[in-house]
């Protein structure tokens, strides 16, 4: 069983930085497509903020994060980063982070909730005024 482990949130005031790292253990498959998701007090659904491909060569992030936030994973993606700059109030979430399986098309990224197999438990990133 895959297993993701979200690290790095705290309280932080408008324009700081904050590097959220996922682990992860239990890889039985060698690719793995991973992303990052959040969800904003209040609101039910999970938004997508970046994706890196399952060989790490290709991302894409949010049009809300993009030229903040930047997504990365380690060799052999045992963690995958997100490095968050020029943090807003609105980026205020839990972040979680997201991993699928993948069979083929190793250069794709998903960033669709419903995509992703696994997720971690969620760390709180609060962006203060």
């Known amino acids: 069983q895959v297993r993701l482990v979200e690290s790095g949130g705290g309280l932080v005031q408008t324009g700081d930085s904050l590097r959220l790292s996922c682990a992860t253990s239990?890889?039985?498959?060698?690719?793995?497509?991973m992303a990052w998701f959040r969800q904003p007090p209040g609101k039910q659904r999970r938004e997508f903020v970046a994706a890196v491909s399952a060989n790490g060569v290709n991302t894409y992030s949010a049009r809300s994060v993009k030229g903040r936030f930047s997504i990365s994973a380690t060799s052999g993606k045992d963690t995958v980063d997100l490095q968050m700059n020029s943090l807003k109030p609105e980026d205020t979430a839990v972040y979680y982070c997201?991993?699928?399986?993948?069979?083929?098309?190793?250069?794709?990224?998903?960033?669709?909730?419903?995509?992703?197999?696994?997720w971690g438990q969620g760390t709180q990133v609060t962006v203060s005024s």
């Open positions: 239990g890889r039985t498959d060698p690719y793995y497509a």
């Open positions: 997201a991993a699928k399986v993948i069979n083929y098309y190793v250069g794709s990224y998903y960033y669709t909730a419903d995509d992703y197999e696994y």
